[in-house]
């Protein structure tokens, strides 16, 4: 049977009633400034719109991993394909896009680390071979790591039991779900089967076109976002190692303070909680995205099960409970690594914080002790100064009282003034030293001035 075209398909864009290349406003512009994101928003909505497919159907889903160069390569490689089938090629930045191929539909989808391919086409059910002339052959280039092959089958079976349909499945880690209050039953064992595919069986009892390609694609989306979300437990189990290697570090660390009291011990100390603050953080910037993803995929998961309103199957375990018992554990185990990553972080905030505040309250005993040394070498040197000073004006004076006195002799010997130079040199000493004690004031305030000047 034909699937019937979705309108949103026609040329891999989003048709919106009312809205032109960005500057419609919607039942009558009236010559209004569009705002630039206006129209992008509006076919957010319409982003990644659900094909139209009836039963008998089988889709093949690829996720690969990719980074933005890789998934920018596979978009000109898709777009070559298109010219090579005469198909128009994805818009520039687009990041969905659809093309006739192999007798069916490919539908090719970038998302912000991962890739996807879903080709669907007429089924040949649920225990017949992938159909041949699929896009997926030996010419396919994968546009980076493969991290989710599905296969889902779609088949009609009004009112059947459900059990002789399941014999493909693993009993053991089977699971099975009514989906849509009835209009449809959902199996699968979430095992990769001899050609690596995880299956999904949907059997469709009474659904409409517009509700089988949702749904079917809710499943598919299921498998890919469990499977993306517990990547994060590879990332915890790595983690876990460094984390408690810091905290036995720490505790370590931590027990030492309280009987290290030496300055240099206190430095050390700081150096080797620096270090482990250094560590931690790296391991929390390895960590965070790989957890944050995990949460986000996580929640999507969640929300594609309640958009399928799904009820447990007489008999069998429901697929979200299925899940659960092996998604939640490993979620927990992501969820409380990035909690003991952050509480080690500020634990060693902490610590390193009361550290720190010791060493500088030590520091500044020894500064304090410093300056009173320096103030008392200060003091004794002014009082060295003062007493060199005092000598000084001693020892110039009697060299100048000496001076007098020489000159004295000179001018009785010379004039006959009958002048006793000793009683000369001993009149002399007052008014000498006392204006040797005033030049040397005199020497030492301009100094002083300078210095202050510089």
Known sequence: ???????????????????????????????????????????????????????????????????????????????????????????????????????????????????????????????????????????????????????????????????????????SSLAVSSLLGGHADAASDFHADADGFTRLLIVDRALAANRAGPLVQRLIEIETYRTLALLGLPEAQRALPEVQRVEDRLAAITARIRTETELDASRKLLEDLTQLAGDIESNISESAYRFGATRAYAEIVSSRFHAIGEQPYPGYDALSAFLDRRMVPALRTCQTTGARQRDLSERLSRTTELLRTRVEIELEGQNRQLLESMDHRARMQLRLQQTVEGLSVAAISYYVVSLVAYAAEGIDAVFKLEIEPTWVAALSIVPVAVGVWYLVRRVRAAVADRHAGE
């Open 1 to 171: 049977m034909e699937r019937p075209q979705c309108p949103s398909e026609l040329g891999g864009r989003a048709i919106v009633m009312g809205m032109d290349d960005g500057n419609a406003t919607g039942g009558g512009n009236r010559g209004f400034q569009a705002h630039p994101w206006r129209s992008r928003v509006l076919e957010e909505i319409h982003a990644r719109p659900f094909a139209m497919i009836t039963a008998p159907r089988i889709v093949i889903h690829y996720a690969f991993m990719t980074d933005s160069q890789a998934a920018e390569a596979a978009r000109r490689r898709l777009a070559e394909w298109c010219d090579r089938l005469g198909q128009p090629r994805p818009d520039e930045g687009s990041r969905y896009h659809f093309m006739d191929v192999g007798g069916g539909r490919l539908r090719w989808e970038n998302h912000a680390e991962f890739t996807t391919y879903s080709w669907d086409a007429p089924g040949p059910g649920p225990h017949g071979p992938v159909p041949k002339g699929n896009p997926f052959d030996e010419d396919f280039v994968p546009p980076g790591p493969l991290i989710v092959a599905v296969r889902a089958d779609l088949i009609k079976d009004p009112k059947g039991p459900i059990g002789p349909l399941l014999s493909m499945f693993d009993p």
